[in-house]
């Protein structure tokens, strides 16, 4: 069985920001290993940032040289500025059991099956802002629902597509693309209207 690197949704008000990004992985130095750059296929180049978890397993299994499937994290302030937390590595064959029936199959074509594709990210949370002349919209995420008065664990992520302003504070789970440093919406779901705390 390969695990899915975006794994489902268990709860309908479950906030998340997760992508998946193919490309070489480049520090800006090898003492300060974990800043550093993705790559992708057009080369284009993203700034990134690997987070502890995923730093002993890249500096154990990774090859610098080789493109690999990067399990992300995205961070913006606007939408020409992408920044990537890179939370793993999926990589069926190295890092997950396969079955044999998928050993000679390409990367790519096991994420299509599990309807996933390169430069996917799903985002969920609260419509806070809509944009209608620059087409944008602004999502906010609670890194964790429990510590939500934590400053830290609450961001926005700014996604280029047009939602209706009616939908302003509702909770929204987007399928998005990322094109160069932009994070373009392909989908969006109005899943219910966020009770404000006050009341």
Known sequence: MIKNPIQEVTNKLQYRAIGIVKGIYKPYNIEQFNRGT???KEGKIIDAVILGKAL???KKYINLENNYFWIVYPRNKNTKDLHLQVAGIWDPY???QVDKNNSEKDPDEILEELNLNNNYFSIRGELIYVNTQKKE???KICSSPTSKRLKNSIFKIIVEGEISLKFLNNFVSLDV???GNILRMIKCEIIE????EKS
């Open 177 to 179: 693309i990322r094109d």
């Open 94 to 96: 190295k890092l997950n």
């Open 137 to 139: 919209v602004v999502i």
């Open 38 to 40: 993705l790559t992708d």
């Open 56 to 58: 002993s397993l890249i």
């Open 193 to 196: 209207k966020i009770k404000s």
